[in-house]
């Protein structure tokens, strides 16, 4: 439990880009804080200006670079009585932003942590994929290295909810070729960019197209990414020469060919058997 001579860690859910959906609580909250701590402080002062909040503040960086030392800070100033709050660029800070660390830290400490809701850009993206929200899992950003990045994917390839990942545009052609060789070219996706900006865009399509997509016209800004959930196999597609075809695309991308036929026999519903009897036909 909190003391009385302890402040307060308030959580600022960010617009994720048209200030007109930030709160009035948000208003309120910045208005009111002791400690402002930001991801991006000259994001946070246009964001002042926006919403025409004059903050009495003082207002420090918060980023993953220094979050482990700056979170000590942040505790110190929770235990003299501040008011503290932390907003990210957009969104819900500590979902795959800034912050987790010091709501643990603020949590063991005894201190008082609290949240004034807003935009989000997972149930947003979902919202607008047009694919099942009843049951979801949120999965964050993908390994950078290709090998985690495939083993992550072959375990999720038979998961049956819809599934949210971030995604960078340097990297998100990769990541929807290694999307469509684990969970099939033609699996149900969206790519959504720009959520309530100017330049929203959302592209819905099967992951091969997708990512053929990217290629030629290559996204821009902050990238939510919602695949649909596994359906079962498709028997009638697993003809050898199918299964032997995606096994020799997968070892095209630097998968070993044993990881390759078990990513298969998964996508077909088949024993590693049946696929390594495929190949060896081929062959």
Excluded at 53 to 81: C, H, K, M, W
Excluded at 99 to 104: A, M, Q, S
Excluded at 166 to 185: H, I, K, N, W, Y
Aim: with cysteine; proline share 5%.
């Amino acid at each position: 439990m909190s003391t009385s001579s302890t402040g307060v860690l308030v959580l600022l859910g960010a617009p994720l880009g048209n200030p007109e959906d930030a709160s009035s609580r948000l208003r309120t909250e910045l208005a009111r804080a002791d400690v402002i701590a930001a991801e991006d402080t000259r994001r946070l002062r246009r964001l002042l200006s926006e919403l025409d909040v004059v903050p009495t503040a003082s207002i420090t960086s918060y980023f993953e670079a220094n979050e482990a030392g700056r979170t000590t800070t942040l505790i110190e100033q929770l235990y003299d009585g501040k008011r503290v709050a932390v907003i990210t660029d957009g969104g819900m800070p500590s979902v795959s932003d800034p912050g987790f660390r010091l709501v643990k830290a603020a949590i063991d400490a005894g201190i008082t942590v609290t949240c004034a809701p807003g935009a989000s850009a997972v149930t947003t993206a979902l919202a607008l994929s047009g694919m099942p929200c009843d049951r979801f899992c949120f999965e964050g950003f993908a390994p950078r290295k290709d090998g985690e990045r495939r083993r992550l994917f072959t375990e999720l390839s038979e998961e049956k909810r819809t599934m949210v990942f971030f995604e960078s545009p340097r990297r998100v052609q990769d990541t929807l070729r290694a999307m469509a060789s684990a969970f099939g070219d033609d699996r149900p996706a969206a790519l959504c960019r720009e959520l309530t900006k100017t330049h929203e865009e959302i592209r819905r399509g099967g992951l091969a197209e997708l990512a053929e997509g990217a290629e030629a016209d290559p996204p821009r800004g902050e990238i939510t990414l919602v695949i649909s959930g596994w359906t079962g196999p498709d028997a009638s597609e697993a003809t050898p020469e199918a299964m032997a075809a995606a096994v020799a695309a997968l070892e095209a991308t630097g998968a070993d060919r044993k990881l390759a036929m078990k990513e298969v026999a998964v996508r077909y519903g088949v024993s590693r058997r049946d696929v390594y009897d495929a190949v060896l036909k081929s062959d």
